[in-house]
């Protein structure tokens, strides 16, 4: 998502770190890039003018001057400032223990909200909620027909009644509904409305008044422009968000929205949508996106996602074996399966730091994955479980059938034993630096 | 229609309330603060037109000014700028289209921008002017995708043709062209998949959708069209950048005008990508859709 704005950011400081000591008028030449950068990647124009005139009093004073690295400290300084912004700390979604809790989802029309509530229901079910998921939506052609299919293909329960006249009374016997079958989570998906739309704000406030929502989550587009501060104002003149969730940021390439709404309102951002899967919904890590935002990489999301890949049951499976055997090709190709279907590569590649990235790319991923594939499925079970068999004409034997080259059977061969013995080290208990990831991170990265 | 053109200019008036009195008390002062430079800058970008045009604009004033004598007209010069992002007749659809041939209007954007809405608002407008109309939904990724565009032909009347979910959108399209031919229909309009412009992928599957549209019709027979949200934000450029690559793209449709954004974005790929503004929605409604008039937009915004 940030990932051109890290770039940019990261040449300019390219341009400080090179120097001894900084001066005022350094840092004024960085911030006045910088304005541009911000302002180019959506950030409301008065968040920005904030956000440099913080930065520069605190860069150009003496903290900055008198450190060692300047430069490093400007970029701290605005790390720390747009994290600060971005809510400090973590914060979660809170599920009270009533029965049922009731979320609601609000937001502008196209915003995402049906999906999201059905990636949302799919989250909470995956930390062992009952949702039950039920949409108040009559405007929308196929609005509710789209949320029940989400909801079938997540295997989550779907309420509808179409025979509500007002959104209150679907909200009333959906909650009984799920009272009655011992489902704890209710999301109430709305109709899209602008901001503009007084008639629908007043239908929402009166909603909002009439139940006690536990959770109001603003559904918000990270493609929005400099409108969005607007846009959160006029929302807060009815009902008052508990929180937010960012969704398309697969999709944006800058994404200052968000900056620009939490630096107006306080609304914490609770969860981000990543893709148009329903399981492409994360938990928000504030720090996580002002590193990334900095060139500095989002590897913690990347653990995330691939801890999520791994189901329980493979998980003990990996573990036996690791107490038993010895890791085999046939488990990194297992592995490398497993790798792939994590996601697009770009998208993984997208969430390493801007300086490893560069390297990745030139190995051209997604191929030399696939080409390793082909490799290992042309051998036999056999050289799979003991490749200390393979020998000459075996390797051209697989080189011919993988349409790959022998130099090439021969760097994986290399590569896989390098993979074996941190396997063997693993086993031992010495801590590898993603001691709990197992096999993914001997994988190349 | 009445309350269609209210929301249009409404719309106007909005951008014309900050651009015409910033300009106008600019020009009437003999000496500018640097600071008032500035805010002429941060008004544009407020409204979505782009730091560098919105830096670009304001130093080619500054310099009209500091030049201008005394019978200079500083609304005839702005009109002229404005005006020179936009081209001839802006909102005509197949201006040089083949007669007696099938038409296409082949529908791109990112997921909730309003494609699968202005489909049908087209499709209104086409069965107006007596065209046949069928409208394909090649969207066979989001759930109830195909019940929503099948909606629309219902309220409009025009004839639906849709694949069933998991399908190859490209073979669907084939398909609905097929049964247009078949059918005597005039006019196509093809729904697609809201598509991430990062993925590649979903890019390449875009381009063979495309591909299939072109293979049946001529070139001038097709309106490969842009469906941007006006709410959107520099991001909007990614966008076109990315799509245009893969899809030939002939022209803009601006939705949710009637958001009270300004989409200032319309001037910065009116300049760089040449694409023209066909048409604004303003509304969920039927025959909220009205065609872009560029003289019309930047005269209400200037004088």
Known sequence: ?445 | MKGLWKRWLGGIERIRESVKERFAQIWSEKSTKPEAWEELEEMLIAADIGPNLALELVAAFRSFKEKARGDADWQKWLYEQLLSFFGEEEYRLFPQAQPGLLKAIFLVGINGVGKTTTAGKLAHLAQEKGERVVLISADTFRAAANEQLAIWAERVGCRFFGGSPGADPAAVVYDGLQSALKEKDTLAIVDTAGRSHVNKNLLAELEKVSRVVHRFLPRENVENILVIDALAGQNAFAQVSAIARVVPLTGIILTKWDSQAKGGILFRIRREFGLPVKYIGVGEAVDDLIPFDAQEFVRAIVF
């Open chain 1, 1 to 445: 998502m940030f990932e051109e704005l890290a770039e940019k950011f990261t040449s300019i400081f390219k341009k400080l770190r090179g120097k001894g000591r900084l001066t005022a008028e350094d840092v004024d030449a960085a911030l006045r890039e910088l304005r541009l950068v911000l302002l180019e990647s959506d950030v409301h124009y008065r968040v920005v003018k904030d956000l440099i005139a913080r930065v520069r009093e605190r860069a150009i004073g003496r903290e900055v001057l008198e450190s060692v690295t300047p430069g490093e400290m400007v970029m701290k300084i605005l790390w720390d400032e747009i994290r600060q912004i971005l809510g400090g700390e973590v914060r979660d979604l809170h599920v009270p223990p009533a029965t049922p809790a009731l979320f609601l989802l609000v937001g502008l029309q196209g915003s995402g909200k049906t999906t999201t509530c059905g990636k949302l229901g799919l989250f909470l079910k995956e930390r062992h909620y009952f949702p039950l998921l039920t949409s108040t939506d009559t405007r929308r052609p196929a609005a509710r027909e789209q949320l029940r299919t989400l909801a079938v293909s997540a295997g989550l329960d779907f309420f509808d009644l179409p025979s509500a006249s007002h959104p209150r009374d679907v909200v009333r016997a959906a909650r009984q509904f799920a009272r009655e079958r011992g489902r704890d989570v209710v999301l109430v998906d709305t109709a899209g409305r602008l901001h503009v739309e007084e008639e629908l704000l007043q239908e929402l406030k009166e909603l909002t008044e009439s139940e006690e929502f536990h959770e109001i989550l603003l559904v918000l587009d990270a493609t929005t422009g400099q409108e969005a501060v607007k846009v959160a104002e006029r929302f807060r003149e009815w009902v008052e968000p508990t929180g937010i969730i960012l969704t398309k940021v697969d999709t944006d390439a800058r994404g200052g929205a968000v900056l620009s709404i939490v630096a107006q309102t306080g609304w914490p951002v609770k969860l981000i949508g990543v893709g148009e899967k329903l399981k492409q919904l994360e938990v928000f890590h504030p720090e996580r996106m002002a590193s990334r935002i900095l060139g500095m990489g989002d590897t913690l999301s990347l653990i995330e996602r691939i801890e999520r890949a791994i189901t329980e049951e493979e998980r003990k499976k990996i573990e036996q074996r690791v107490t038993k055997e010895e890791f085999t090709l046939e488990d990194f190709l297992e592995e490398l399966r497993r790798f792939k279907q994590l996601g697009s590569f770009e998208e993984l590649v997208s969430m390493l730091p801007v300086q490893l990235k560069g390297v990745v790319a030139q190995v051209d991923g997604e191929k030399s994955l696939k080409r390793t594939e082909a490799i290992i499925l042309s051998m036999t079970p056999e050289e799979r479980r003991n490749p200390s068999i393979i020998n000459a004409s075996r390797k051209r034997r697989i080189a011919q059938g993988s349409g790959t080259t022998v130099q090439e059977v021969n760097r994986l061969l290399r590569e896989f034993e390098e993979i074996r013995k941190l396997w063997k080290r693993m086993k031992k208990g010495h801590a590898l630096p993603f001691a709990k990831r197992k096999g993914f991170f001997g994988f190349g990265f």
